[in-house]
């Protein structure tokens, strides 16, 4: 249903998404630094559960949008550039968020780590805003169900933040000591998303779709 150039530039934007600094990888590295390499993988469980969520309440309320109504989904692909656009400028701006500035945490049981978690993302609406930003770009009618490719985009959203995220707790101590001890990189990895960003919403926005 999808093609591999699809299955690429959608991949790339998961990537951007979870390596953009929000709420879910400040809390899982936060818990990490606090309570140790488990507690930060029990908290990025409960905030996979949370993408879950979003991945079904996202693809299903796409699939009926079409159905109603289908030219709005140009107009989900434009207000979806301009959020982009925004995450961006938030990237850029002088005294932006960096990742890696995790806040002090008090030590909780794991049933408690897995809600917040869980929790965390559920609220946050960066997750929500990227699934409505991002779905109907790579959405096909066309060639199928909308259902299914749907869930086959967040299966590939969700592989890849698990798998960035788990390997930042695994290694959220030395990144963040290195880090600490250098600005520099902390500011080329904001002008590095922000251009990212800056650039998937150019294409979107140019993107004709018939």
Known sequence: MLSATELAWFSL??????LTPGPNMIYCVSRTLCQGRAAGLVSL???????VVHLMAAAL????LLAAVPFAFDAIRLAGAAYLLWLAWQA???????????R???DDPP????????????????VAMFYLSFFPQFLHPERGSVLLQSLALGAVQIGVSGA?????VLTAASITAFLSQSEGWLRAQR???GSVLAGLAVRIAMTDRK
Request: aromatic share 10%; charged share 5%; no cysteine.
């Open 164 to 168: 960035v995220n788990a390997m930042l």
């Open 13 to 18: 934007a998961a990537l951007v998404l979870v």
């Open 191 to 193: 002008y590095v998303m």
């Open 45 to 51: 469980a409960g905030v996979l559960l949370g993408f």
């Open 111 to 126: 049933a408690k780590l897995f809600s917040m978690g869980f929790l965390t993302n559920l609220l946050n609406p960066k």
């Open 61 to 64: 309320g796409l699939t009926a």
């Open 104 to 106: 002090l945490l008090p």
């Open 92 to 102: 850029v701006k002088p005294n932006g968020t960096a990742p890696f500035e995790a």
